[in-house]
Structure formats: C-alpha cells, structure tokens
C-alpha cells in the first residue's frame, strides 16, 4: 500500500540517511546539485506533509498557502530559523525544528579559526607568498597582525549556546577581558564564564575584537551599521558567525575601505553566495567565507539526523525533538 503522507526534501542529501524513513512517508527530494528554485519548490510543497529544508529556503505564508492545510512540519537543517515565518506556521498550527546544540561547537572553533585568520592575516599572508612577496627576503615587520591576548573581546549574543562555547574557547588564549551585551545581564556569565555584561554603546567603544554570534530578529537586523562603527577603536577587528544581516554590510564596507576599522571576519553576509564582483571582495582587510559554521563532516551528518527526528515526530503529530517554540 502506498504510504498517504509525503514530504519534501529541499536539498540533494545522501539517500543513506532517509532509508528509515522513507519506509513510511513518501519522499520527494530536490534531485540536482544547484538550489531548488523559488518556483520549483512551490510547486513541489503542493500535498505535503512536511518539509526538510535550509536556511536558503524562504518558508512564507506564499508558501505554507502553495503546501496546503494538510502540512503538519517544517523541519530546517540549521539552528537560525529566521528564514522561517514563524508567526505564521504557529497560527497555522504547523511544528518548527531546528538543529541547536549538535552545531555548537563547530560554529565556536570556526569562530576561533575566522578570528585567528583574520587578525593574523592568514590568507592576506597565503596570497603573498603565493605571489612570490616572501622571496624579497626577511620583513621584520611583514605580515604582522594582532593577538587574542591581552585583547578585550566583546560578545553580541554571547550568553547564547554558542556564545558560551565561544568564550570557553577564547579564555585559554588569555585575553585581557571578555564581554558581552544581552537584553539583560546573567549572574552566570560572571561566575561561570568569567564574562562581564556591557552596554551595547560601552562594548562596542571598549573591545579590541567584537563578535557577533546573536541570532537574526528583528530587533537584531543591523545592529551593527555606520553609527556603531563610529563608536568603535581604529584598531577594531568584527567577527560576523552569525547571519549577514545583523551588519549593514554597505556601512561595514565603507568603514573597512577608509580604514576606519582595522579588519573584518565574515562566515555569513548580506546576500548569500555573495556575488564574485562585490566590492567586499576588493578589500585585503577582511576574511570572507562561504558560510561553514558548522561544515564539519560529523556535525553536518548529526544535523540530518536531528532534522530527520525533528521531520517524522511532526508528521507523525508527537512533540519535536527540538522545536522552535
Ligand atoms: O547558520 C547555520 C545555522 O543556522 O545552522
């Protein structure tokens, strides 16, 4: 007999994980190597029951109208949901998952490998030896950077999950101070974290490296634009692990090409991939990646798994393993 219920795979993922699974729904997943298209995925939601989905999918009203009422899940393959309405899946009654926790310590070394590379200048310094630079002999002064130690790092977002690991991370490279701005203060990043709460005003003119790790809302939608960017040091490093949109990468990019910061670190940005002829590009201080937070192989697999229990649990009408409200 034909199983009655049906969901939606957005991404080419590797069969070896939807064998279980597959027993009992029917399952139809995005076939190519590119992404699904806009048009394509409304018209493949049509008679689902759930959705396995990223972070590149726009999941609207548009498109929860496009599923029909029968949609039961949206199950995305990523801790940040902000590609998700929400609001409206909760008046709709249909069950949100996500992926917190089995990322979290992906994103916190990459964090410290894009915060490294950046004020050490890793790939400034690749490119340079590259093009033969290092053969004009010994620089006493070639590729110098900065260091973590004795740096102050200000966190935006830092009592999150991520935030934490981060700082757990940060304290053994001896910095000079950690803090971190959050709605209100937590006895528990003191104690626990050794972490200090500042205003945001205060952390930004205070810290020596900033890092943004708080989710996308829209109280956090360009939190950082040109007037935080007057506030902080010429010397400041911004780390972005985060989501593009909490900088106003326009003002980032007119504050990195006038010097007015020293260098940024980016894993997301604005517009995703980013265009190869954008202007960001040009610039030597600052270290652009495609988006690999939590590009572990184990990690993207526990990922999967989390989404797959998350996905079946909601067509099945039982509480996710982890929903997002
Ligand atoms: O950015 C990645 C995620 O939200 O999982």
């Not at 199950?75 to 089995?102: A, F, M, Q, W």
């Amino acid at each position: 007999m034909m199983a009655s219920k049906s969901f939606l795979v957005t991404k080419n993922l590797p069969e070896k994980f939807f064998k279980n699974i597959s027993t009992k729904f029917m399952m139809d997943m995005w076939p190519h190597s590119h992404d699904i298209t806009r048009e394509q995925l409304l018209k493949r939601v049509a008679g689902k029951s759930g959705i396995l989905c990223t972070l590149s999918d726009k999941i609207d009203g548009q498109l929860l109208d496009a599923a029909g009422p029968q949609l039961k899940c949206v199950s995305t393959l990523s801790v940040g949901y902000d590609h998700i309405d929400v609001d409206e899946c909760k008046r709709r009654g249909i069950l949100v998952g996500n992926t917190p926790d089995v990322l979290t310590d992906a994103v916190a070394e990459l964090t410290i490998a894009l915060l490294l590379a950046t004020i050490r200048r890793l790939f400034e310094a690749n490119q340079a030896l590259r093009e033969g630079k290092w053969l004009r002999g010994w620089g006493h002064f070639f590729m110098c950077g900065t260091m973590i130690k004795g740096s102050h790092i200000g966190l935006i977002g830092g009592s999150g999950r991520i935030g934490r690991s981060i700082i757990k991370r940060l304290r053994s490279f001896e910095p000079s101070r950690i803090s971190y701005t959050s709605r209100t203060p937590h006895s528990f990043m003191e104690q626990e974290f050794g972490a200090h709460f500042l205003s945001m005003n205060e952390l930004l003119a205070e810290s020596d490296i900033i890092i943004v790790c708080c989710s996308l809302n829209d109280s956090t939608r360009h939190l950082l634009s040109a007037e935080q960017f007057c506030l902080m040091k010429s010397t400041a490093v911004v780390i972005n692990t985060s989501r593009g949109s909490c900088i106003d990468q326009q003002a980032l990019y007119e504050t990195l090409k006038h010097g007015r910061i020293a260098a940024a670190g980016l894993d997301v940005m604005e517009q995703e991939p980013i265009a190869t002829d954008d202007p960001l590009l040009a610039l030597n201080n600052v270290v652009l990646l495609p988006h690999i937070g939590s590009a572990a192989q184990s990690t993207r697999e526990q990922m999967i798994w989390m989404a797959l229990d998350n996905l079946e649990a909601g067509i099945d009408g039982r509480p996710l393993v982890a929903s997002v409200f």
